[in-house]
Every structure is written in C-alpha cells, then in structure tokens.
C-alpha cells in the first residue's frame, strides 16, 4: 500500500516562495495521477493542482494558476508543488494524495477520486 508524506511547509511572509514535496514509500509509477489539496481552518479541502502520468498533462485551481507548479521528481517517487507569489489566503494544510485508478485530468479536482492521501503538511502565509 502506498504511503505517501508531505514535507516543506511552514510559515512564509506574503509574495515568498515554498516548495512542498510528497514522497510516497513506493514509486508511485502505479499511481495515474497525483493531486495536491489545501484545507483552512473553517473550510473545506479544496482542490489546488492535479497531474496525470497517463496524459502527462496539468490542470490548477483558478486561484492558484500562474503561482503554483505541480512536478514529479526524477526518482518517481517524489511529487513537489512549487509555489510562489504567496498570499494570506493560501494559508492552509496541504495534503497530496495519489490515484490508482484511470481518471482523466478533469476527474482529479475531485478529492473522492483518490486512493491516498498524506497527512498534511502547514503553510502559513503573514502579511
């Protein structure tokens, strides 16, 4: 079973920069997709960025488009999320998760379409 664990969190001042990575206990080629979501305190988690090995394509949150970039290592066992240009509301635990299933890039918003899930990393933005 894939394990996955998120690191590279912490607290960043507004317009910084931070690199989240997830590295799963496997090398998640058996994975079709891997995806990145953020929760903030009183809301729900929220899709953030998504990549599908199979169609080898992206696809972002509006809010985060331009700013965040969503990559695999070279090792294929580690999943990073470039982000830069921060804001106070990108202020939220960051999970990845990883789906097993075939699912278009389209389908990857979806959070119930994932197989795992980490257990989250903090990033908190101060203006």
């Known amino acids: 079973q894939v394990q996955l664990l998120e690191s590279g969190g912490g607290p960043v001042q507004t317009g910084g920069s931070l690199r989240l990575s997830c590295t799963a206990s496997e090398r998640i080629v058996s994975a079709y997709a891997n995806g990145w979501f953020r929760q903030a305190p009183g809301k729900e988690r929220e899709f953030v960025a998504a990549?599908?090995?199979?169609?080898?394509?992206?696809t972002y949150a509006d809010s985060v488009k331009d700013r965040f970039t969503i990559s695999r290592g070279n090792a294929e066992d580690t999943v990073y999320l470039n982000m830069t240009n921060l804001e106070p509301e990108d202020t939220a635990v960051y999970y990845c998760a990883a789906s097993v299933s075939p699912r278009t890039i389209v389908d990857m918003t979806d959070p119930s379409l994932y197989d795992y899930w980490g257990q989250g990393t903090q990033v908190t933005v101060s203006s």
């Open positions: 990549i599908s090995w199979i169609q080898d394509s992206t």
